[in-house]
């Protein structure tokens, strides 16, 4: 595709729910990373992805949370027992290679109620 | 310390003024930095990338770097209305992982 793209656009999920959601990169891009990001805040950083591995999954708040690449292109972001605390928006990026420039998706709102 | 601190502003320019944004981190192997702006409830748009010492022009904006200070600044000349908005500096550590400054607010005021 043109751009990253992320899927749903929202969710809304009750509390204690499991919700999944989608990053499709930028297509040849190797490198794909997951933030989430707070009103007013910086997007927080959670894993990224070298192909299929995970090179850096320190941002990952706890064992709830859980991220994919089984094919090195579509990652999922699993996030199981929902919390309120999980709302924000979650944010999907790709780059070429390691260490160039990132472009993102249009994010994915997630509101645990 | 933070990886990476930005003054969260706002900062308010009038139409037409330069305004200047400011960024500092603290991974002295960092070599790529870049400048994202990201309007109320969009993503963030990749607007400049620098990797050298010196200053890198593009259009009305200009990304500034110092790696010896560990600082990099984005000016933007002619401010428009347009261009208020959150700007984001980021950087790679050396781990490869792309840190987020927590932004700067702009407002131009016509």
């Known amino acids: 595709g043109a751009g990253v793209s992320q899927t749903p656009s929202n969710k809304v999920t009750e509390k204690g729910k499991y919700v999944e959601l989608r990053c499709d990169p930028i297509?040849?891009?190797?490198?794909l990373y997951w933030y989430r990001q707070s009103l007013g805040q910086g997007p927080e950083f959670l894993i990224y992805?070298?192909?299929?591995?995970?090179?850096?999954d320190s941002g990952l708040p706890n064992d709830r949370f859980f991220a994919v690449r089984p094919e090195g292109s579509v990652s999922t972001l699993k996030i199981q027992r929902t919390e309120r605390g999980d709302s924000a928006v979650y944010l999907c990026?790709?780059?070429?290679?390691?260490?160039?420039?990132?472009?993102f998706g249009q994010g994915t709102r997630l509101t645990v109620v | 310390q933070k990886e990476v601190e930005q003054n969260s502003g706002p900062l308010s320019v009038p139409e037409g003024a330069i305004a200047s944004l400011n960024c500092t981190y603290s991974?002295?192997?960092?070599?790529?930095f870049f400048w994202y702006r990201q309007y109320s409830g969009k993503s963030p748009e990749l607007i400049m990338s620098?990797?050298?010492?010196g200053d890198k022009e593009d259009g009305r904006f200009t990304a500034q770097l110092n790696k010896a200070s560990q600082y990099v600044s984005l000016l933007i000349r002619d401010s428009q209305p347009s261009d208020s908005a959150t700007y984001l500096c980021?950087?790679?550590?050396?781990?490869?992982?792309?840190?987020f400054g927590q932004g700067t607010e702009l407002s131009v005021k016509p």
């Open positions: 990026a790709s780059s070429l290679k390691r260490e160039t420039e990132a472009f």
């Open positions: 297509s040849g891009h190797t490198a």
């Open positions: 992805f070298q192909g299929t591995g995970a090179a850096d």
């Open positions: 991974d002295r192997g960092s070599q790529s």
């Open positions: 620098i990797y050298s010492n």
């Open positions: 980021a950087f790679y550590n050396q781990g490869g992982k792309l840190i």
